[in-house]
Structures are given as C-alpha cells and as structure tokens.
C-alpha cells in the first residue's frame, strides 16, 4: 500500500493508478472490523482503492469530543496494510490540504437534516458534507463505501451526490456489532468498564422493539425503549425515531408507515459522557 498526505501527490499517483473503477472509503481512523468490512467490499469490487484517515474538525460541534476522539495512527496502518493491496492509497492529509481556507459553505438537506442527529448535533452534517465533497473533488472516486450504522449520514450523503451531481454510486455496507451485540464504533474504546458491560442492552432493546413492531403501535414501542435503556446506570435515550430510508420521515403510529418503503429504528443514547447510535430494520406487518 502507498501512504500519501498531500493533495498533490495524492492526484499525481492517481493519474497514474486509476483504472476502471476507483474505490473510495472515507474514515476517521481508529480503525475497527466495521470500518474494515468496507475495506474488504471496496477491494472486492474495485481494482484501485484510497482509504482516508481524517479526524475532520468541522464535523465535530463539542470541542471536547473532538479532543478525546482516538487517533491511533501506527495500528490503523498496520491494519491496512494486511488487507491493502501494493498500489492501493492511504490517504492521511492534514488540516492545511483539506482546509486550505476556511470551508465556509453552508449546505440545506431538508427534512433529513431536521431530525435525530441534526438536532442533537447541530452543524455535524454541515462539517461532513464540508469534507466528503472536498474528498469527492479531489479523488474522484467511481464508488463509495459507507456505513448502514450511520443512517442518517447515507441519507445526508445520497442528497449530496444529487444535489451537486458527483458521479460517483454509493455502496452501503451492514453493520458490523461486537459478538455481545454493540455496534462497533472508534468510541467504544472511550467507554468505562462498566458502561461498556451494559452497552449491548441498546441493541437487545431495538431488536426486541422490532418485534413489538407486530402486535404493539409506535408510542408503546418507544416508552418500552426509553425505559429498558433509562434502568441502566448514566444511559439516556436522546432520541428514537422510526423512520424511512429515503425522506427520514418519522412515523408516529403504525397506520402511518406506507407499504413499499423501509423503516428504521434509529436510536442514540448518552452512556456518561459517551454518544452511542445504532439503528435496525422494522420490518413492515
Ligand atoms: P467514521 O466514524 O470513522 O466511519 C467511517 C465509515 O465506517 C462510515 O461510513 C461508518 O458508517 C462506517 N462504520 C463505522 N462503524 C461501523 C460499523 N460498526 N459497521 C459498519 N460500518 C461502520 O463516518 C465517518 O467516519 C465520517 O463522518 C466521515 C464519513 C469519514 C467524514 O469525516
């Protein structure tokens, strides 16, 4: 694999390297068996891939979050370098190629910006559309690999191709949990032990939620949420919603999911002082 960390070079190797299709896996490092699952799925579907590691600053709107997010640089890469092939690229630029100036644009994703994420975090979405076109621009890519566990942010990213008509597909890869359930994140290194035994009950309740889906409507389902995850310790449900894929319509009773669209689950919970997401299907009964 290459490791490079300027725009420039980054772009003369590309010249040289891009074939049929060019694979793009976007990353903020701290790299775990989710982030690698889209590795593994670009490789299998691109004969040239660039994966970045990039802490990008203006996603994140609680400075402390952004001090304390991992950043262990010397394991990523020697992560990748058992799944990368010879000429594929690491991409780990600074703050001065991405943000030569000030990114100051402001992007409008409608209703899918106006929920769940979006409210809990305000600008984040901004600050990924900020960076993801930017790395767009720059490489290029034919396909790109995003994450199902953030929901919300492949909705974010769908608009953005359609909006500034990059021509560049998307793949969508499931979540990647733990064996004890917890989705995979670069945070869960953050939590305390005994914060980090009690995590799996989020997705133990969302699954048993979308089971209820068959028999119970949509108020009873979320007091059931909110209450098996309020009973452990420092949890607090900030938000769940059961949404749509596409809109990110929020259905508030059963009557109002309409056939032939997928429905979510999507939760975030405050374990301490540590965000967690996930989100499962519901299916439709
Ligand atoms: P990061 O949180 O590092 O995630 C990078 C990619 O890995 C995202 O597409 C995310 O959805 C995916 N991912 C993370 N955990 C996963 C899991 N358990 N299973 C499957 N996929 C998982 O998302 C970002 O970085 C940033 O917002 C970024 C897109 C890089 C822009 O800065």
Redesign the pocket.
Known sequence: MKIISTVKELQVQLKELRRSSLGF??????L????L??VRNAISECPLIVV?I?V?PT?FNDREDLKRYPRPLKKDLAMLRKCLRKNDIVFTPDDNEMYPAEDKRIFSFGNIDNLMESLHRPGHFNG?AQ??SRFFEIILPNVA??????FQ?VAVIKELIRQNQYKVKIAV?????EPDGL????RNILLEPQVRKNAPVIFKTISEASEMIRKSDIPEIKAFVKKSIEKRAGFSVEYFEIVDDRELIPAGLKKEMEKGKRYYGCIAVRAKKIRLIDNIEFPLV
């Open positions: 896996v976007p990353t903020m490092g701290a775990h068996k989710g982030h699952s889209l970045s990039y990008n996603q990924v960076i993801v690999f995003f994450g199902l566990k953030d942010q890869c499931p979540v990647v949990r989705a995979m994140s670069s």
